[in-house]
């Protein structure tokens, strides 16, 4: 194992092969661990950080800061200040920390956690956990072609009607959005209600909410073809009140 230290000048710091420890310090740095299970720490200032192939550990620190975790199952900690996570391939964790951070956690099944501030949190493909933490926080997602399943279908686990909103790849009204109840206790089930209960195709946006479970299901057709192509679970809800079309925006 190699270990590297910075200093309070700006840094440019190689990891080697196998398993490495970066310190960067105080000022900007740009820090690669290239291969192996890396722990590289930032330090003070705006950190540049990629933990390149294998299973790493980044902690950005204080300030603003830039975290790409790449392939393997990576740890990203932004710390203080406004920080950029993205977890790329693997099932990672990111989590934002103090202040407003965006989170985009890639492919693989990865947990993202804003922490405190106001945060992004996409979690991308892979049946991803977000968690926004403390403030207004959006959550993003993107079309999956394949349609719903369970096995692909994020959870927002801490979803807030008077703070939160979602984003989702079309654009759509109050009048094509639906709410109803549901015994369904997973999301393709959920869908599968949607699907037969809402006949028209203009329907573009459906919330179904389970009671007994505290759970919602916000369920968006992309292509207008009486199909739901993409989803969430969003457990914690509260009641239906908790969900309506306001709370959704177009990205």
Do not use: C
Request: net charge negative.
């Amino acid at each position: 194992m190699a270990t590297f230290y910075g200093d309070d000048w700006p840094n440019l710091i190689e990891g080697t092969s196998s398993r490495d420890v970066i310190y960067g310090f105080g000022s900007a740095d740009d820090l690669y661990g290239n291969g192996g299970n890396d722990d590289i720490y930032g330090g003070w200032g705006y950190d540049i950080i990629y933990g390149g192939n294998g299973n790493d550990y980044l902690n950005g620190g204080d300030g603003p800061d830039d975290l790409y975790g790449q392939s393997g199952n990576d740890t990203l900690v932004g710390g203080y200040g406004f920080d950029l996570l993205f977890g790329g391939s693997g099932n990672d964790r990111l989590s934002g920390g103090a202040d407003d951070d965006n989170l985009y956690g890639g492919s693989g099944l990865d947990t993202l956690s804003g922490g405190s501030g106001d945060d992004l949190l996409e979690g991308g493909s892979g049946r991803d956990q977000l968690t926004g933490g403390k403030g207004g926080d959006a959550f993003v997602f993107a079309k999956d072609s394949s349609g719903i399943t369970t096995a692909s279908a994020d959870t927002i686990t801490d979803w807030s009607a008077s703070t939160d909103w979602i984003g989702v790849p079309i654009a759509g009204t109050s009048s094509n959005y639906r709410e109803a109840s549901t015994t369904a206790t997973s999301i393709a089930d959920a869908a599968a209600q949607a699907e037969a209960s809402f006949t028209s195709k203009s329907i573009v946006h459906v919330f179904l909410y389970n009671s007994q479970t505290d759970t919602g299901y916000l369920l968006s057709d992309l292509n207008n073809d009486h199909r739901f192509e993409t989803g969430v679970v969003m457990t914690g809800a509260g009641s239906a009140a908790d969900m309506s079309y306001n709370y959704i925006i177009h990205i």
